[in-house]
């Protein structure tokens, strides 16, 4: 999507067909070991020479790192002008000074290869630069929309367990009759259906104002991504609750979800983060206060 948004003709020609056919696995390099949420103090550098790029550095937490064909690496040009001095660049596996590092063994969202990408002298092509230089923060900016917009797949999840908590109470007995028949589990199946008919609401307007043209909606975005985020993780839980002692036995479902959940308070952007952009929305930038 960054490629389609800001990319050249001839990037366009020559990566999206490749990706669009599943032919090619794409990354998004922007983590660092030592920068998380301050993603604008990232260290790894592009220095130009000549008709190329030279990029050091190290990403983390990479998504599709272990797998991917090609990727969007993002780096410092302009050390001297901060968040602004940051670019993006496409980056091709077989590119000289381009290796992965393990893949990272996590506890829940297994089935997504993440690992670590090293670039140690990585030659890059100019015309792989994305964007033109500078452009980094809004190459990311893209990104984070998406990836946040695209997190709502976690709302099939949430009605998932819930048609396994409906199901499992109806079976389960209890106290010579169907736990289901409790006030307490029929509440927490009542709160389980209202987030899941809110975060679609919120993630239905996400994606039109991304199919409008309405983007950055920082706010918009922001706020669905931490709502779903806490939502997934209380659903998780409920779940477990539910099912009891066996909702803790890694031959039920309802324990990979739980384990799931969590990741997607930290991925694409923590939920304290989200905090952060919603407050800046409502009160403006904080105030600068001089000490006495």
Same mark, same amino acid.
């Given at each position: 999507l960054n490629i389609q948004?800001?990319?050249?003709e001839e990037q366009k020609e020559k990566y999206l067909p490749r990706?669009?056919?599943g032919e090619w696995i794409g990354a998004m390099a922007l983590t660092e070991p030592g920068a998380g949420s301050d993603a604008s103090s990232i260290t790894t550098r592009a220095v130009r020479k000549g008709d190329k790029y030279? *990029?050091?550095? $190290?990403?983390?937490?990479?998504?599709?790192?272990? =797998?991917?064909?090609?990727?969007?690496? *993002?780096?410092? $040009?302009?050390?001297?002008?901060?968040?602004?001095? =940051?670019?993006?660049?496409?980056?091709?596996?077989?590119?000289?000074?381009?290796?992965?590092?393990k893949k990272i063994d996590k506890m829940g969202m297994r089935s997504s290869p993440t690992s670590e990408l090293i670039f140690e002298d990585c030659i890059i092509p100019e015309e792989n630069l994305l964007g033109g230089e500078g452009m980094g923060a809004l190459v990311a900016n893209t990104t984070l929309h998406w990836e946040r917009t695209g997190m709502g797949f976690a709302i099939g999840t949430m009605e998932y367990n819930l048609n396994l908590c409906k199901e499992y109470a109806l079976q389960r007995y209890q106290f010579g009759e169907p736990i289901g028949n409790f006030q307490a589990v029929r509440h927490r199946l009542a709160e389980m259906k209202i987030d899941i008919e809110a975060a679609k609401y919120l993630f239905y307007r996400m994606a039109w104002l991304i199919d409008t043209d309405q983007i950055p909606a920082i706010l918009d975005i922001s706020v669905g991504k931490a709502f779903l985020s806490k939502a997934l993780v209380k659903n998780a839980d409920a779940a477990i609750s539910i099912f009891g002692g066996y909702g803790v036995c890694s031959e039920?479902?309802?324990?990979?979800?739980?384990?799931?959940?969590?990741i997607i308070e930290i991925g694409g952007g923590t939920y304290d983060i989200q905090l952060n952009m919603i407050a800046a929305a409502i009160m403006g930038p904080r105030q600068k206060v001089k000490k006495k």
């Amino acid at each position: 999507l960054n490629i389609q948004t800001w990319g050249t003709e001839e990037q366009k020609e020559k990566y999206l067909p490749r990706m669009a056919s599943g032919e090619w696995i794409g990354a998004m390099a922007l983590t660092e070991p030592g920068a998380g949420s301050d993603a604008s103090s990232i260290t790894t550098r592009a220095v130009r020479k000549g008709d190329k790029y030279i *990029l050091n550095g $190290t990403k983390m937490f990479i998504t599709n790192g272990p =797998i991917c064909d090609i990727g969007i690496v *993002l780096a410092v $040009t302009d050390p001297s002008k901060g968040p602004l001095g =940051i670019s993006a660049f496409i980056f091709e596996k077989d590119f000289p000074g381009f290796s992965r590092g393990k893949k990272i063994d996590k506890m829940g969202m297994r089935s997504s290869p993440t690992s670590e990408l090293i670039f140690e002298d990585c030659i890059i092509p100019e015309e792989n630069l994305l964007g033109g230089e500078g452009m980094g923060a809004l190459v990311a900016n893209t990104t984070l929309h998406w990836e946040r917009t695209g997190m709502g797949f976690a709302i099939g999840t949430m009605e998932y367990n819930l048609n396994l908590c409906k199901e499992y109470a109806l079976q389960r007995y209890q106290f010579g009759e169907p736990i289901g028949n409790f006030q307490a589990v029929r509440h927490r199946l009542a709160e389980m259906k209202i987030d899941i008919e809110a975060a679609k609401y919120l993630f239905y307007r996400m994606a039109w104002l991304i199919d409008t043209d309405q983007i950055p909606a920082i706010l918009d975005i922001s706020v669905g991504k931490a709502f779903l985020s806490k939502a997934l993780v209380k659903n998780a839980d409920a779940a477990i609750s539910i099912f009891g002692g066996y909702g803790v036995c890694s031959e039920y479902p309802v324990q990979r979800s739980y384990r799931d959940a969590k990741i997607i308070e930290i991925g694409g952007g923590t939920y304290d983060i989200q905090l952060n952009m919603i407050a800046a929305a409502i009160m403006g930038p904080r105030q600068k206060v001089k000490k006495k």
